[in-house]
């Protein structure tokens, strides 16, 4: 082979510039300063095919309603379970963001294989690059990655962080978002109302610069909570702007748009739930009574208080305010986006429907990850796997032309 050959090839065996896409992980340890406990977490995901909300929901199993109310979608509408959202679309998708070998991360969805499944293929088409295949065969102790049984269970491990659910000292929820073509920072930033130096500092980046396949974690002002931590939704938080389903589908809990003080109603879904009316009272969860007085207005408000047990526990207060409110200023309701269903490539495998619930549905199945606690964040080369394998069939191709 003349030398100028080899040249020529190794051009096309070397890909320039060499990066490994990145992940901002989050060490969970338990100490004096840090929690192990579960969070709500949001993960960024859009639509590679045209699904139902109850299919969009069933994959990454949480409820449907709360997958709604995550995007403040109308649950009133006429079947909204079984609208169909479009390819393409992106949505916030609620999960439950647990400590697992040393990091945070999200153990409770499943996927059941297909015959056309590869482990690549659930990483980065199925799941929108918010996991990577290293890391599902890991989970699940996969030797042998060329051949996935049909049918087979898989733990799908997802990003997801938690950061105390606090951003600057003030409550926040973070969304895991997967950096895409022509994304950058200030891209990002734009979109979600932040600076790059939040962006910059919540994921320990050295320069404002991201790269497609990347993995950061955006936090968003939200509403917290006060619960018992004996409450099965200890620890609710809600974006602002958004709301949150919760005690088995009986309670909407709101955040914004005029302050970040969280606001429980029922949610009024059809479900069978207990009384929701304070003791001492005649007001019910949501509703206030007021009184002007000479320091101003006496406030009387029936607030949530977690659900325990099958109960829904209020709670009564009563504070002063320098005026008597107006009536509560709910977040917008949007109609959810639909589209014809059409014949899709790799539709989703049917996976057990999750038990309706609150706002951190799922159980924490320990699972397994390739990715080791870090400080900052790490890299997954499996796109670049990817890559080297088309690059590995050009060579080929051109070595053969050229010999010949």
Same mark, same amino acid.
Request: aromatic share 8%; proline share 10%.
């Given at each position: ?25 989050? !060490? ?128 799908? !491990? ?214 080791? !606690? ?31």
């Amino acid at each position: 082979m003349q030398p100028f050959l080899f040249l020529f090839l190794l051009s096309f065996t070397i890909p320039f510039p060499l990066a490994l896409s990145k992940s901002t992980i989050e !060490p969970c340890a338990a100490s004096p300063t840090t929690s192990t406990d579960p969070c709500p977490s949001l993960l960024s995901y859009s639509l590679y095919t045209d699904l139902k909300v109850a299919e969009l929901a069933a994959l990454f199993q949480t409820d449907p309603f709360a997958l709604l109310a995550a995007n403040s979608f109308d649950p009133s509408q006429p079947n909204a379970p079984n609208r169909i959202l479009p390819s393409g679309l992106t949505v916030r998708i609620p999960t439950t963001c647990s400590c697992s070998d040393g990091i945070r991360k999200s153990v409770s969805t499943r996927y059941v294989t297909r015959p056309s499944d590869t482990l690549a293929s659930i990483a980065e088409t199925v799941y929108g690059g918010l996991t990577s295949a290293d890391q599902i065969k890991d989970a699940n102790a996969i030797s042998d990655q060329s051949g996935l049984d049909v049918g087979q269970t898989l733990v799908i !491990p997802l990003h997801c962080t938690c950061f105390n659910s606090t951003d600057n000292s003030l409550p926040a929820i973070y969304l895991s978002y997967v950096v895409k073509d022509g994304d950058t920072l200030q891209s990002i930033t734009a979109e979600y109302a932040t600076t790059i130096t939040d962006i910059m500092n919540v994921n320990s980046l050295g320069s404002p610069s991201v790269l497609p396949g990347d993995i950061i974690s955006i936090p968003l002002p939200a509403c917290s909570s006060m619960l018992p931590r004996f409450a099965s939704d200890y620890g609710l938080v809600v974006a602002n702007g958004t709301y949150a389903i919760t005690a088995s589908r009986c309670v909407q809990c709101s955040c914004g748009p005029g302050n970040l003080n969280l606001f429980c109603t029922p949610a009024s879904l059809g479900a069978t739930c207990s009384n929701m009316q304070c003791n001492g009272g005649n007001l019910m969860l949501g509703n206030y009574s007021t009184q002007p007085t000479g320091a101003g207005c006496s406030v009387t408000s029936c607030n949530y208080g977690g659900f325990v047990n099958g109960t829904i526990i209020t709670a009564l207060s009563t504070s002063i305010q320098p005026q008597c409110p107006g009536p509560h200023q709910f977040p917008p309701l949007l109609s959810i986006p639909t589209s014809a269903m059409h014949e899709s490539y790799l539709p989703p495998s049917p996976a057990p429907l999750p038990q309706a619930g609150g706002t951190m549905p799922g159980s924490s199945v320990p699972g397994g990850s390739a990715l080791s !606690p870090s400080g900052g964040p790490i890299g997954s080369a499996h796109a670049l796997a990817n890559q080297f394998s088309h690059v590995f069939y050009l060579t080929l191709m051109w070595s053969v032309v050229l010999l010949n």
